[in-house]
């Protein structure tokens, strides 16, 4: 859980971030935040093991799952580590 603070009005609020292509069991840790961006630094056999984990759903829509499986595909569990750089939604 996070806290970010309105520098206008100094309210605040906690808040967890979700990476929504793995799912929501892929809450991020430790992102970056720069210009509407995050990024995170993730272990590949941690980010192979929230794929999997994601694939169990049955709900999954055909589309999200083929574009998983290929990510899945590419990764080396004892490669180097994955950076993921994207833009921010709400």
């Known amino acids: ?11 605040g609020n906690y808040f967890y971030l979700y990476n929504d292509l793995i799912g929501k069991s ?4 430790w992102p970056a935040f720069t210009d509407g961006y995050y990024t ?4 590949p056999a941690v980010l192979i093991e929230r794929i999997e984990k994601e694939l169990k759903n ?13 990510l899945l595909n590419s990764l080396d569990a004892e490669g180097n580590n994955v950076v993921i750089y994207a833009k921010l939604k709400q």
């Open 26 to 29: 892929a809450r991020i840790e």
């Open 40 to 43: 995170e630094n993730i272990e």
């Open 1 to 11: 859980m996070f806290f970010i603070i309105n520098k206008e009005t100094l309210s």
């Open 58 to 70: 049955t709900k999954l829509p055909q589309d999200r799952r083929t574009e998983l499986q290929k």
